[in-house]
Every structure is written in structure tokens, then in C-alpha cells.
């Protein structure tokens, strides 16, 4: 359906007002939870990722990498060149396989979240501080560095300066250094989920058994499989 009807949509109007195609874009985007706010998206694709945009205002990475996909297209709409097509597609796959696991496990699903909310995350040129704000405001992304640093759920009540600057300071302990770009490192980013699923009830309940990631990914080629051919089904 995405390779056969992007190409028709010619402006952020006609993707809003095409339910069917705005869901399978949103999921690409793992953005499913937000295809009933059509005006707020409407606003994010009409204004791009502009530092001033709507996008980069509400500071969520997936709004901002959704607003800069379109943006990236010939100015905007129609989406008809293959590369771009086929990234759609990817994403598609991709989250489509995210969510399936997600049914299974909330914290495998937030895993393999993980490394995409901090890749987005890091395209950007925010300062530190807002780069903590952004993780505070994700839950998926608060979830996985609140478990991993061991930050008490009860440092949710106190006000969001503080908040920040107590993860920040559980994140130097754990990383070694202050900022949060030495995310970019993938040993610093596999060391962040390797203490996400120790320290999560699930991983504090398991014992002798292989590790949730390491599950994942010798299943992934199989699960990967299951995903791509949903994706040709609504293609088709």
C-alpha cells in the first residue's frame, strides 16, 4: 500500500485525510499512539524539523524524524524517489516487528526501541540539558535509563531541573562521563540494555536463562521474516 499510494499524495493535507496510509506512516515512525492528533501532525509536516518548528519544540525525536523524512523529499510530497520508498518500507518492518514483540515483552520492545529513540535522539544539536529533558519526556526512553541508572521511581515527584540533574549524575557514574553523545559508542549503549534488563523485574526474576537481547537477536532473522511479509501484505 506505502510503494503504491505515497507516490499519490501530494500534500500533507491528502496524507492527514488518508487514515489507512497516515496509520501504516505513523507505525513506521513508531508513532501508532498519535494517529488521531491529524492537526498537531498536519502543523509538524507543514512547518519540517526547523529548529523553531512545532517538531523540534515538543522535542519528541520520532515527531522531528518524521517532519525531517518529508522534508527530505523533493521539498515535501509527492514521496516517489525508490530509496526513500524503500527506507519507508524498512521502518515499516522494523516496527511493525517492534510492536509484535512488544505483545511478548514490554521490555524487549523498549530495547529494541532503544537504540532508534537515541540515534534520533543525537542527530540533534541540542544542549545537554535538553537533551535530558527530551529523555524525561519519552516514557520509553525514561523507562530504559531510569531502570539502567537505577534512578527510584519516586524521583518522579520532584521537579524536572532536579530530575535531570539526578539522572545526569547517575549517567557519569555508569558511563564515565558527563554527556550523553558517548551514547554514540555502542559498547556504552549494549553496556546501558545489558543493565536495563538486569535490573528490570523481569531480568531480576529470570535465572539461568539466556539473556531477553541475546533471545532477540538469534530470533530476529525469523522474526524479521514474519515482519516483512505483513508489510508486502498491506503493500499489496
Given at each position: 500500500m506505502l510503494k503504491t499510494q505515497m507516490p499519490q499524495i501530494g500534500s500533507a493535507a491528502d496524507l492527514i485525510g488518508d487514515r489507512e496510509a497516515l496509520a501504516s506512516v505513523l507505525t513506521a515512525f513508531g508513532m501508532g499512539d498519535r494517529l488521531d492528533q491529524r492537526a498537531l501532525l498536519r502543523q509538524v509536516l507543514e512547518q519540517g524539523p526547523g529548529e523553531d518548528a512545532l517538531a523540534r519544540r515538543i522535542g519528541d525525536p520520532r515527531l522531528i524524524a518524521f517532519a525531517q523524512f518529508f522534508a527530505d523529499s523533493n521539498g515535501g510530497f509527492p514521496v516517489v524517489e525508490p530509496e526513500?520508498?524503500?527506507?519507508?518500507?524498512?521502518?515499516?518492518?522494523e516496527?511493525?516487528?517492534?510492536?509484535?514483540?512488544?505483545e511478548v515483552s514490554p521490555q524487549q520492545s523498549l530495547a529494541l526501541q532503544f537504540d532508534a529513540d537515541v540515534a534520533a535522539l543525537l542527530e540533534t544539536d541540542s544542549s545537554e540539558r535538553t537533551l535530558w529533558f527530551r529523555i524525561l519526556g519519552s516514557v520509553s526512553l525514561r523507562d530504559v535509563f531510569a531502570t539502567a541508572?537505577?534512578?527510584p521511581v519516586a524521583v518522579g515527584a520532584l521537579e524536572i531541573d532536579r530530575q535531570?540533574?539526578?539522572?545526569?549524575?547517575?549517567?557519569?557514574?555508569?558511563?564515565?562521563?558527563?554527556?550523553?553523545?558517548?551514547?554514540?559508542?555502542?559498547?556504552?549503549?549494549?553496556?546501558?540494555?545489558?543493565?536495563?534488563?538486569?535490573?528490570?523485574?523481569?531480568?531480576?526474576?529470570?535465572?539461568?536463562?539466556?539473556?531477553?537481547?541475546?533471545?532477540?537477536?538469534?530470533?530476529?532473522?525469523?522474526?524479521?521474516?514474519?515482519?516483512?511479509?505483513?508489510?508486502?501484505?498491506?503493500?499489496?
Open positions: 526513500r520508498l524503500a527506507r519507508l518500507a524498512d521502518q515499516y518492518a516496527a511493525a516487528f517492534v510492536e509484535s514483540v512488544a541508572l537505577n534512578v535531570a540533574d539526578i539522572f545526569a549524575a547517575q549517567f557519569q557514574k555508569f558511563a564515565g562521563d558527563a554527556s550523553l553523545r558517548s551514547l554514540a559508542d555502542p559498547a556504552v549503549s549494549e553496556r546501558m540494555l545489558s543493565r536495563f534488563f538486569l535490573l528490570s523485574p523481569q531480568g531480576q526474576s529470570s535465572s539461568g536463562v539466556t539473556s531477553p537481547a541475546l533471545q532477540i537477536l538469534q530470533a530476529g532473522q525469523a522474526s524479521q521474516s514474519v515482519a516483512q511479509s505483513l508489510l508486502l501484505s498491506r503493500l499489496g
